[in-house]
């Protein structure tokens, strides 16, 4: 996926919707795949690579918008087919002529990026790639709620005397620049190994003792009718998704649920959402110990 080819293609990676703009400035092997780009571009930008993500753009030949990520086998009726970005190469979208992309990352929280194609280049023979040249300010927290989310987190970490300013503070770890950006403290993965990590394993079970699943296939998840009750109320409104939980199987005493990765990464975001929206300090602690529940 990544071998070392002979030209660099350099991107402007533009989080949209945040002011001062968070911005990074990289380049990369004309050899990549549109999933080695997601990484240097995850890794770049400072996420943690958890969610789903997908690019849209259009073919430099002409026609509609296509998305290149990780295909599903149930796509939603009202969505474009996804095409995997393991098989794509940059170039063969990526020109001088059609240098504009939008990439998605968590579709919960809801995260776009403006990737725009600056320049084609020789590559250097000096030059180990990819590498991240310039940017501006730090990434958001994962799972703080999207734009809105993050705005609220600011507010909190910036005024010591609300209420929620510890907690929010040791939610990030005991502190937060949104000022700060190091160039050099970015280290990017070797997307062929984050690849095999994510859907290459010769047995079910992994070390920890987790099972893999596939993209589309449905994972089964205990839920108490409290926790059926909580995500119905604030934190589901896909018909389907409601009328699964309604009819789900009892199992002493539990429901359970099945979820593909798409529908539990999406139901994931709308919780955290949820809780960094909310007022109600009961409502907030039950969604984030289903939130809890849920991720673990």
Known sequence: MSNRDDHSLQFK????????PIWRRIQVPSSYSFWDLHVAIQDAMGWLDYHLH????????????IEIGIPSDEPFLDLRETLPGWEIAVPSYFTLSNRRATYLYDFGDGWEHSVVLEKIEPLENSRSLPVCLS????CPPEDCGGIRGYQRFLEIIGDPTHEEHEDMLGWVGGSFDPMHFDKNSIRFDDPDERWRLAFEYESEEIETGRIRVGVDERIPVALSFADRQLIMDHALGEPDLVDRLRLSEIRDGELRVGFTLSELDELLGYIAAEANHTK???????????FGKLKG
């Open 280 to 290: 109600d300090a009961t409502l907030e602690d039950s969604l984030d110990a289903l």
């Open 13 to 20: 990676i533009t989080l949209k919707g945040v002011r001062p």
């Open 135 to 138: 940017g501006r300010r730090h």
């Open 54 to 65: 997908a690019f849209q753009l259009r073919s430099p030949v002409g026609g509609p918008r």
